[in-house]
């Protein structure tokens, strides 16, 4: 049976969590596979919101497995707590499976990625200052702390020793802070090793034996494709990799088990942070799509960017992630115009390109060339067959799929997880 990549097609924010929740039902495992809780997803079922930030969406189906990949960076603290508060909530979170492979977001990783941020300026890069950027460089500088590391007190010691020999000097002679302290941070780990140890697992194991055994692997990512530390607009990236490559190392699965791969993007396109946006709005219509949207971060709070759909974008995430399907989400929200602009192309120093620009140069120089498509001006929240739709309203999913170069196969009108039209299946 296959392993199925989720991923977000856009800068974030896109709905991955609503296409997850979707598809719970019907899928054995859900796997987050990069990032830490500088993302999250919003999932509704009936009168309930759920915000989940680093737990995996199919958290909340009662008879799938969710697991933490060894991509993934982990806060304990916020991981334990965000537990805590679906216990609350009547939510079962004892299945949870924790690669012991995931690196440890501690102390001193946030503070460094706040005072970063702060001396950086005018040329921040946006962080969420949750400490994601700093837990990945010292991943791939080979000095992080991993989630196995817990349970071996000594070797956790030694650990924290040798990584703030270095950053302790870079907190006081650089940022004037004061000095981090072994003992501290040490025992501030310490205090969730046994909470996390009925977890811990091989998660790479596990899920190679499920998929060998017939069982339906769906693996999500967090934040989206134009985030993406090597595909996204550099230097205003993520510390990970969303793409669907980033699927096969965070999970530990090997790229002939992916069978499908759905992009979620919006009817439009948000972004959260610092960098290059073509189609944003920085008028009327922006504060319109950001209200009827509700258009703020799950996890940050902060108000995202907004702006009208991005073909040229889309394009590019459907062939850097191999997509099979999209799952256009929030369609609803473009129902009170009479006008909706499309952009298919930029214009890039007086020439028209319809890829994305090769250069970090010609990204930020790019203007958006526009087509009008006619809006359609009705509520549209209970459709839940294509037919369903006014007719301007299919003409504009049928115009985002012919010009983004892959099938629509769902539809997201509404909220609510039923609130969605599903015009082919996402797992057959």
């Not at 837990?135 to 990584?163: C, H, M, N």
Request: aromatic share 6%; charged share 20%; with cysteine.
């Amino acid at each position: 049976m296959p392993a199925i990549v989720l991923v977000g097609a856009q800068w974030g924010d896109e709905g991955k969590g609503k296409a997850t929740d979707l598809l719970g039902s019907r899928v054995d495992y859900v796997v987050r596979y990069q990032g830490g809780n500088n993302a999250g997803h919003t999932v509704v079922i009936g009168d309930q919101k759920f915000a989940l930030h680093l737990l995996p969406s199919g958290i909340l189906t009662p008879d799938v497995v969710p697991v933490i990949g060894n991509g993934v960076v982990i806060d304990p603290g916020v991981m334990l707590h965000e537990m805590d508060n679906l216990h609350a909530q009547g939510i079962d979170t004892s299945k949870l499976l924790i690669s012991g492979n995931a690196h440890l977001i501690t102390p001193y990783h946030v503070t460094l990625d706040k005072v970063t941020e702060r001396f950086l300026g005018k040329s921040k890069i946006g962080t969420t200052g949750r400490g994601i950027g700093p837990t990945y460089a010292d991943k791939i500088s080979r000095v992080g702390i991993r989630v196995q590391d817990l349970f071996d007190e000594k070797i956790l010691a030694q650990k924290v020793e040798a990584a703030l020999d270095s950053k302790n000097q870079i907190l006081v002679k650089v940022y004037n802070r004061r000095a981090l302290e072994v003992d501290r941070i040490v025992e501030h780990l310490l205090q969730y090793a046994e909470r996390i140890r009925p977890h811990l697992a091989d998660t790479s194991l596990v899920l190679n034996q499920a998929l060998d055994a017939g069982k339906v692997v769906l693996l999500e990512g967090g934040q989206g494709t134009l985030l993406d530390v090597d595909h996204g607009t550099y230097p205003f990236v993520t510390s990970s990799n969303p793409t669907a490559g980033g699927a096969c190392t965070g999970a530990g699965i090997g790229p002939t088990r992916i069978s499908r791969t759905i992009g979620i993007m919006k009817a439009y396109t948000t972004r959260v942070g610092s960098g290059p946006f073509p189609t944003e709005l920085l008028d009327d219509d922006g504060e319109q799509l950001r209200t009827i949207g509700g258009e703020r971060g799950v996890t940050t709070g902060r108000p995202r960017r907004c702006g009208w759909y991005d073909a040229v974008i889309a394009r590019y995430a459907s062939r850097v992630n191999g997509l099979t399907d999209l799952f256009l989400t929030k369609l609803d929200v473009l129902s009170s115009w009479e006008r909706i602009p499309v952009c298919v192309a930029y214009d890039v120093d007086g020439e028209r390109v319809t890829e994305l620009p090769d250069t970090q140069t010609g990204f930020h120089h790019a203007v958006p060339v526009y087509e009008e498509l006619p809006g359609w001006q009705s509520d549209i929240s209970g459709a839940r067959e294509f037919a369903d739709l006014p007719a301007n309203a299919q003409a504009y999913v049928r115009y985002l799929e012919e010009i983004s170069n892959c099938r629509v196969s769902a539809v997201g009108v509404g909220q609510d997880r039923n609130a969605t039209i599903v015009l082919h299946d996402l797992i057959d």
